[in-house]
C-alpha cells in the first residue's frame, strides 16, 4: 500500500473550515483513499473515503488532485468538537488499513 | 445506536496472568478486528476474523490468540502477559460488503505490572 505524509499538527478557528491535507505520490490505479479521525480516550471513527472522484457527506468533504497523488479533507465549519487526530489511510481493495501517525487539529475558540 | 463495546476501560493485570479482552458489537457485522495502540507506533493489527470460528494473523499477533465461537463476539486472549503487551487495546468491527468502513470500541488500556 502507498504511503501518505500529513502534516503532524494544524490549527483552525471554530466555524472557519478545516483544510486536512494528505500527501500520497505513490498512490496506484487501485487503491483507495480513506479518512478516520480519533477524539481523545476514543477509538477511530471512519469519515470518508474515495477513488477518483471528489466526494462530499454528512461529515466531511474528500477532494482528490487529478493526478491522486494528494488530496484534502475539509471539514466545512470546524467546532472544538472536531478537535481530534486525523488519519489518511492509502489502501487497496481487500487490504488492510494501516494507520500512521496522522495530523492532530486543535480547534480554537 | 450502532456499538462496539468492550468489557473494559481500564484493566491491571500481572506478569504471567492469563488476560481475556472481551468485544460484542451488535450490527451483525461479519468481520472484527483487534489493534493495539501506542504512542509513536500508532495502531497495529492484532488479528482480525471474516466469519464464526476463523481467524487470520494481523501484523503482530505474537503472544496474542483469539477466539471467535459467536458472531457478535471476539475475544482476544494473552496467553501470559508481560510488561510489554502494556497498551491501548482497540476492537473494530465492519460488514463484509464494506470491510474498510470500521466502527471501533471506546478501547481498553491494560497495564501489566
Known amino acids: 500500500d502507498a504511503k501518505t505524509t500529513q502534516p503532524p499538527s494544524m490549527d483552525c478557528a471554530e466555524g472557519r473550515a478545516a483544510n486536512l491535507p494528505c500527501n500520497h505520490s505513490?498512490?496506484?490505479?487501485?487503491?483507495?483513499v480513506y479518512w478516520y479521525r480519533q477524539i481523545h480516550s476514543q477509538g477511530p471513527q471512519y469519515i470518508i473515503h474515495?477513488?477518483?472522484n471528489n466526494e462530499t457527506n454528512e461529515m466531511a468533504s474528500l477532494i482528490i488532485t487529478e493526478d491522486r497523488k494528494s488530496s484534502t479533507l475539509i471539514l466545512p465549519h470546524a467546532t472544538l468538537r472536531d478537535t481530534a487526530v486525523y488519519y489518511c489511510?492509502?489502501?487497496?481493495?481487500?487490504?488492510?488499513?494501516?494507520f500512521g501517525q496522522g495530523t492532530e487539529l486543535s480547534v480554537k475558540p | 445506536d450502532v456499538k462496539v463495546t468492550q468489557s473494559s476501560r481500564y484493566l491491571v493485570k500481572r506478569t504471567g496472568e492469563k488476560v481475556f479482552l472481551e468485544c460484542v458489537q451488535d450490527?451483525?457485522?461479519?468481520?472484527m478486528f483487534w489493534y493495539r495502540q501506542d504512542p509513536g507506533l500508532g495502531l497495529r493489527l492484532i488479528y482480525f476474523?471474516?466469519?464464526?470460528?476463523?481467524?487470520e494473523k494481523g501484523d503482530i499477533p505474537e503472544g496474542y490468540s483469539v477466539s471467535r465461537e459467536k458472531k457478535e463476539r471476539f475475544s482476544l486472549i494473552l496467553e501470559s502477559a508481560s510488561t510489554n503487551q502494556t497498551s491501548m487495546y482497540l476492537c473494530?468491527?465492519?460488514?463484509?460488503?464494506?470491510?474498510?468502513?470500521?466502527?471501533f470500541g471506546s478501547g481498553t488500556q491494560l497495564s501489566v505490572l
Open positions: 474515495g477513488l477518483k
Open positions: 489511510i492509502v489502501r487497496r481493495h481487500g487490504g488492510k488499513l494501516i
Open positions: 476474523s471474516y466469519d464464526v470460528k476463523m481467524k
Open positions: 473494530a468491527s465492519s460488514p463484509r460488503q464494506v470491510e474498510e468502513k470500521l466502527f
Open positions: 505513490t498512490i496506484s490505479g487501485n487503491e483507495y
Open positions: 450490527m451483525d457485522h461479519e468481520n
